[in-house]
């Protein structure tokens, strides 16, 4: 099966491809918001490198969020539009889970905190539990780095951060004394290339927001003034 990976949730745009002979890899294409104007042209070079054409991909695998809100409309945007143009499968996966599923193939074992920088001083977070397998134990949610540190901080319980919001918060979250931090800045486009084997195609993937869009929250509070 091949398979092309799109991942836009942060500053980061990175692409994955999976061919039918099992040749696996990822990387980062742009870590500099330059979503529009690299990803389209990422994959169509890594297809011309591998021989291959968007006719023979056979499935479309792309992060729904949580994540920034620009980027993720691109990447759903591109992801949708190449499923409907090719008449192909399509899997949408979350930032939170590729994190944990990163996480877990560097060995990272028992709980673990993701979370994507929202900016405004947020972070969107989700609590996974790594054994054999990756649960999800809570939900995606929005909340602010010092309340999840003094959340975790007064657990008590041994827990490892991932993500790029704990990479802009490294100082808060690094201090929390039951806790490690595993540096992961971009949701793991190989994990997601592994997941879209195994999960079921969707009609249509839904953007996972958790909040409106900057320009709307800005809108609104000038119109409170």
């Known amino acids: 099966m091949n398979i092309v990976a799109i991942e836009t949730a942060t500053t980061a745009c990175a692409i994955g ?12 294409v742009d870590d500099d918001r330059h979503h529009t104007e690299t990803l389209t042209t990422a ?4 297809l011309r490198e591998w021989s291959l054409t968007p006719a023979d991909l056979d499935r479309i695998v792309v992060d729904r969020g949580p994540g920034l809100f620009t980027g993720l409309r691109v990447g759903l945007a591109t992801a949708i539009g190449l499923s ?25 074992r028992g709980t673990l905190v993701a979370a994507v920088d929202g900016r405004r001083g947020e972070v969107f977070i989700q609590t996974f539990a790594l054994g054999e397998d ?3 134990t809570s939900e995606p949610t929005v909340d602010s ?27 808060d979250f690094a201090a929390v004394p039951n806790g490690n931090v595993e540096e992961q800045r971009v949701p793991s486009v190989t994990s997601a290339l592994r997941l879209a084997m195994t999960r079921e195609p969707s009609a249509f993937v839904e953007p996972l927001y958790l909040r409106e869009a900057d320009a709307v929250a800005n809108f609104t509070t000038r119109e409170r003034q």
């Open 17 to 28: 491809l999976r061919t039918s002979t099992g040749f696996e890899m990822g990387w980062v």
């Open 43 to 46: 994959i169509d070079r890594t």
């Open 84 to 108: 409907e143009a090719l008449g192909i499968a399509l899997v949408g996966v979350t930032s939170l889970e590729l994190l944990a599923h990163g996480a877990h193939a560097s060995g990272v």
């Open 134 to 136: 990756v649960v999800a």
């Open 145 to 171: 780095p010092r309340e999840v540190v003094i959340r975790w901080a007064t657990l008590a319980t041994p827990v490892t951060f991932t993500g790029d919001g704990v990479s802009r918060y490294l100082k």
